[in-house]
T-cell receptor, first 114, second 115 residues
Framework: GENVEQHPSTLSVQEGDSAVIKCTYSDSASNYFPWYKQELGKRPQLIIDIRSNVGEKKDQRIAVTLNKTAKHFSLHITETQPEDSAVYFC?????????????FGTGTQLKVEL | SQTIHQWPATLVQPVGSPLSLECTVEGTSNPNLYWYRQAAGRGLQLLFYSVGIGQISSEVPQNLSASRPQDRQFILSSKKLLLSDSGFYLCACIRPSGSAVNEQFFGPGTRLTVL
């Protein structure tokens, strides 16, 4: 089955700096890669996703890049703000079939310091 | 748009007691449904998923079970709770395969404490 590894487990940045979180996956059949943000005590919220037919996707201050050959994808947050502080999870799944199960990374605790 | 309801929001139960958590979905039909557990400060563990009424796939052997009696209802149960069952239980859903989107949405969760 799919295995997703996520690094780092914790990340502390100064407000205004950029943050990068990296994930690798093992199953070449995976072609859908979402990122979730989870604030303390709340549900995970989808913030951005990418499908294997593109290499990069951007939405305001966040962007995701995908390298299918190397089987890794990354989340980039620019101009970080205190409200970006949360746990971020990457995930991977086949777009169809297998119940569309998502395999999640172990999460990254991002702290944006003033 | 889809809305996921979970009941109850919080629950404190003694060890050995039974459990029933309910998840209902509005705004879509024939969704794929998922139960996850998140221990404190930990990641998301997929427990069960269902692609249709009466169809349950178990991901992790344990003392929990799941049922899908209706298209938009997913229930997580246990006959006897263990201390290790404590956690944040999240129901999630996606629209069926073949649709233009594949995003998985989470419900608000049930926080279970087993004492």
């Amino acid at each position: 089955g799919e295995n997703v590894e996520q690094h780092p487990s914790t990340l502390s940045v100064q407000e205004g700096d950029s943050a990068v979180i990296k994930c690798t996956y093992s199953d070449s059949a995976s072609n859908y890669f979402p990122w979730y943000k989870q604030e303390l005590g709340k549900r995970p919220q989808l913030i951005i996703d990418i499908r294997s037919n593109v290499g990069e996707k951007k939405d305001q201050r966040i962007a995701v890049t995908l390298n299918k050959t190397a089987k890794h994808f990354s989340l980039h947050i620019t101009e970080t703000q205190p409200e970006d502080s949360a746990v971020y999870f990457c995930a991977a799944s086949p777009f169809t079939g297998g119940g569309n199960k998502l395999t999640f990374g172990t999460g990254t605790q991002l702290k944006v310091e003033l | 748009s889809q809305t996921i309801h979970q009941w109850p929001a919080t629950l404190v139960q003694p060890v050995g007691s039974p459990l029933s958590l309910e998840c209902t979905v509005e705004g879509t039909s024939n969704p794929n449904l998922y139960w996850y557990r998140q221990a404190a400060g930990r990641g998301l563990q997929l427990l069960f998923y269902s692609v249709g009424i009466g169809q349950i796939s178990s991901e992790v052997p344990q003392n929990l079970s799941a049922s899908r009696p209706q298209d938009r209802q997913f229930i997580l149960s246990s006959k006897k709770l263990l201390l290790s069952d404590s956690g944040f239980y999240l129901c999630a859903c996606i629209r069926p395969s073949g649709s233009a989107v594949n995003e998985q949405f989470f419900g608000p969760g049930t926080r279970l404490t087993v004492l």
